[in-house]
């Protein structure tokens, strides 16, 4: 496998502690990838040391042949991931549209090729284009948020816990679109709550613990792992 | 006293010197949208703009309004440069600490007002300008400059916000910065971008204070506070809710007479403001930055 996106070794934290230690995985192109853990495991941590959004103190970022370490997040943005945050992922005060732009914003030129691909993902956001993003229902800002992600045609798409609080019908239909997504080239990093349904339906995946790496393998072996069912899936 | 009288000595200058407030505190409230602080050099900053104008008009002896634009224009680049020497390397510290340094900022340009423009009383033209009659409304051309001027230019300001690229970029990085940054915005030119419209707003602020009342070292320094009451009234960074709040305001500064000394007149906004912040400390509408 050539991975498009391949943490090597990452340590690091906030402050002065480090949060995550020695942290690798790999994303290759076309891949689903899922990354699940107890609470505070450091999974989102994980997901914002691609951005550099916190203190690297160990190991490198590589993406795509490149070494990303240290770059901004703009160059990072332009050089083809994108990415939605756990929290606070859409801008509240500007309507569906205006979120959609603002994730095209580094596009030179005409964005309506990039606004047809994510209103046809998204037929709902097409109706409602002109509504605050912050007066949307859960499920509705989650593919806002999902959709400015997708808008400069990422190569690779990095999701937070995009099912969290959502109800079972939105959760199958956030999956579905990972996978649509996928089969127009995207490779896509997520972290999940929903151990279980997320890493049947990834190619591959990982566990966290700790801010370590506990176990990795394919979606099938996880499951099937007695002792990642206990530990992490809750038997 | 007759309704005709409430207008035109109450209501009409309330409106004026309200639509001044405006100026400012659009400013006031898109730098705290975007910067997340209180900048308190606003007010000296629109003395700045007030006499580089008359030094247009005294240099050229070109007409006050012609030498508003040449206004805006340097004292956007003067308020530029400030954030670039002064405000710049302090952003990741404690916001209070940028607060200080723009009092001391303050307290630097009135200084160099002092020096270059004495600490006289000055007029862009003088004489005793007679207002027209409009069926009993008496209102001076100036006023309805003043009035136009601020309509227009926080106008164009809504079209820009709403419209162009970079104007919801301005909105986005006050929205959400952390997204913002991470959909490629540039901070930095956002950032720019704001001190340009802030500043120029500021030297139209202070133009028409000048040109409805006397250019003097200190004119924009009292402005300050009514300016203040007027962004927090409206709603910390709402541009809408700044106009409303500066003529509101203004209008209360100008009726209060009917009731206090006039020499209490300014202390009206710092009552709007103390009854704002313990009522309703999010502003009439909904402020989107508390
Ligand atoms: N901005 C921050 N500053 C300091 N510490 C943080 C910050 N964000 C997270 N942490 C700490 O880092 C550790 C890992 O947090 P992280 O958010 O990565 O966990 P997580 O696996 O994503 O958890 P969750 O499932 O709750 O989202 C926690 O101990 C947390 O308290
Ligand atoms: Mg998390």
């Known amino acids: 496998m050539t991975a498009l996106l391949a943490m090597e070794e990452i340590t690091g934290g906030y402050g002065d502690a480090d949060i995550l230690l020695d942290v690798s995985l790999k994303v290759g192109k076309d891949e689903i990838v899922v990354i699940v853990g107890p609470n505070g495991a450091g999974k989102s941590t994980a997901m914002k040391s691609v951005f550099g959004l916190l203190t690297i103190r160990g190991g490198r970022m590589m993406f795509d042949g490149d070494n990303i370490t240290g770059w901004a997040p703009n160059r990072i943005v332009q050089r083809g991931i994108c990415y939605v945050p756990q929290v606070d992922n859409i801008f509240r005060e500007m309507s569906i549209h205006e979120n959609l732009e603002m994730g095209g914003f580094l596009k030179k030129g005409d964005l309506s090729a990039a606004f047809d691909r994510v209103y046809t993902l998204f037929p709902d956001l097409k109706e409602r284009h002109k509504t605050l993003a912050g007066s949307l229902s859960g499920g509705q800002r989650q593919m806002v948020a999902i959709g400015r992600a997708l808008m400069l045609d990422p190569k690779l798409l990095l999701l937070d816990e995009p099912t969290a609080g959502l109800s079972p019908k939105y959760m199958e239909q956030i999956f579905q679109i990972c996978r649509d997504v996928r089969d127009t080239g995207v490779a896509i990093l997520l972290v999940e709550q929903h151990a279980k349904q997320a890493l049947a339906f990834a190619d591959r995946g990982y566990v966290l613990a700790a801010g370590k790496n506990r176990h990795e393998g394919t979606g099938a072996d996880l499951l099937a792992d007695r002792e990642v069912a206990e530990m992490f899936l809750g038997g | ?290």
Request: aromatic share 8%.
């Open chain 2, 1 to 290: 006293m007759d309704f005709l009288e409430l207008l035109n000595f109450y209501v009409i200058p309330g409106i004026v010197i309200g639509s001044i407030y405006a100026l400012g505190a659009v400013g006031i409230t898109l730098i705290f949208a975007i910067l997340r602080y209180a900048h308190l050099a606003h007010g000296d900053l629109a003395t700045l703009g007030a006499f580089v104008a008359l030094a247009v008009v005294s240099g050229l002896g070109v007409s006050p309004l012609a030498a508003l634009p040449v206004a805006i224009v340097a004292t956007a680049a003067v308020a530029v440069g400030i954030d670039k020497v002064f405000y710049e390397h302090l952003r990741e510290r404690p916001k209070i600490v940028t607060v200080m340094a723009s009092l001391g900022i303050a307290l630097m340009i009135r200084s160099v007002v002092q020096v270059f423009w004495g600490v006289d009383t000055q007029t862009y033209v003088r004489g005793i300008v007679r207002p027209e009659d409009y069926f009993g409304l008496r209102i001076r051309d100036r006023e309805i400059y003043t009035v136009l001027a601020m309509l227009l230019l926080v106008g164009a300001l809504q079209v820009f916000l709403t419209r162009s690229k970079w104007g919801k970029a301005m909105r986005a990085m006050s929205d959400n910065p952390n997204l913002a940054l991470l959909s490629g915005i540039d901070n930095k030119k956002v950032v720019v971008l704001t001190w340009v419209i802030a500043g120029g707003l500021c030297a139209a602020a202070g133009f028409f204070l000048g040109l409805n009342t006397e250019l003097k070292s200190l004119m924009g320094w009292s402005m300050l506070l009514p300016v203040f009451a007027a962004a927090i009234l409206g709603g910390v960074g709402r541009v809408e809710g700044a106009v409303l709040g500066g003529l509101i305001v203004g209008v209360a500064e100008e009726l209060s007479v009917l009731w206090i000394p006039s020499e209490y007149k300014a202390g009206m906004a710092f009552v709007i403001l103390l009854f704002m912040l313990l009522v309703r400390p999010t502003g009439l509408l909904r402020g989107k930055v508390l």
